[in-house]
């Protein structure tokens, strides 16, 4: 098992090349990268050549950090034909990228929308038909994600058009801090799953439902907005004690990523108070998980 740190929170404090070092010194000797301005930004062509990859990797080494996964947002399932055809392309050189780090797994979301889910799926398996291929040939893996406001939300109905994809190169990862637009039955999600939840992603966020659906109030009322929180545990209502124990039953040797977003302004205090708490937990299982080093 691998416990990886998003270093999000710290993306406008550090470059590339000191990213491995400040993560290190936060206690965290796995990086998910997810999209930074100098690396691939959000929803753009990746901003890097090979060059800047070899040098990336040789600070990751020397640091004695890895990284787990790459993680990268485009718009893949998109309404728009010529935006999906771009965000193709994007994908196929972040694969390019995550190969030449020498890294195999990708992680990313369904993305498009579900006032338009009919349109977006059709994309999404155009998209899928162009990629699989990509992945397959480079030997890179890909762990999709049902994230708020993707035209596919809810984690029951992802895991079946995951099943739908028929291909060992594509797995499941479940977010906890999405847990209430995922259907709120994070046992029954990670049941189903079984060894398709490769990646968890780790953070609290309140239930948006409790209340008579008043948790927050968005004027005007109607509005088409989806709100949700990445905090430290013990910061929202998520039940991560049923959360590690159903990971325990179903045997899960994955990444579990700490994604907290919430707290720039004390990052490293939110990262290593994160990190305690998923190995506390870890603990408690009956046989402790044995954690992986890149070193």
């Not at 999906?84 to 196929?92: F, I, L, P, S, T």
């Not at 579900?114 to 990509?134: D, K, Y």
């Not at 905090?231 to 045997?251: C, H, K, M, N, S």
């Not at 305690?276 to 408690?284: A, G, K, N, P, V």
Request: aromatic fraction near 10%; proline fraction near 6%.
């Amino acid at each position: 098992m691998r416990l990886a740190l998003d270093p999000y929170m710290i993306r406008q404090t550090t470059t590339l090349d000191t990213l491995p070092g400040v993560v290190a010194e936060h206690g965290f000797e796995w990086i998910e990268l997810s999209p930074r301005e100098d690396f691939i930004p959000f929803f753009n062509h990746p901003r890097v050549d090979d060059a800047t990859v070899a040098r990336f990797r040789r600070e990751l080494s020397a640091a004695g950090v890895g990284v787990s996964s790459v993680l990268p947002l485009f718009r893949w399932s998109g309404p728009d034909e010529v935006e999906r055809q771009a965000a193709v392309r994007y994908w196929k050189r972040a694969i390019e990228i995550t190969a030449a780090l020498g890294v195999d797994q990708m992680n990313s979301e369904f993305n498009g929308n579900p006032r338009q889910a009919a349109v977006c799926e059709a994309q999404f398996w155009r998209s899928m038909e162009e990629l699989l291929p990509v992945f397959e040939r480079e030997g890179v893996r890909l762990a999709i994600e049902p994230h708020p406001d993707d035209w596919e939300q809810d984690g029951k109905r992802a895991l079946d058009v995951i099943h739908g994809i028929n291909s060992p190169f594509v797995s499941f990862v479940y977010c906890t801090p999405h847990t209430f637009h995922q259907g709120n039955d994070c046992a029954g999600i990670l049941q189903k799953a079984g060894s398709l939840t490769t990646i968890c992603h780790i953070a609290d966020a309140y239930d948006h439902t409790a209340s008579s659906g008043l948790r927050y109030i968005v004027n005007p009322p109607g509005s088409q907005v989806t709100v949700h929180q990445h905090l430290d545990i013990g910061q929202g209502e998520v039940d991560f004690d049923a959360f590690f124990a159903t990971l325990e039953q179903v045997g899960f040797d994955g990444t579990l990523t700490s994604c907290v977003f919430a707290w720039e302004d004390r990052a490293e205090q939110s990262h290593r108070f994160m990190r305690e708490r998923i190995l506390d937990h870890l603990s408690r299982w009956e046989t402790p998980a044995k954690l992986e080093s890149p070193r």
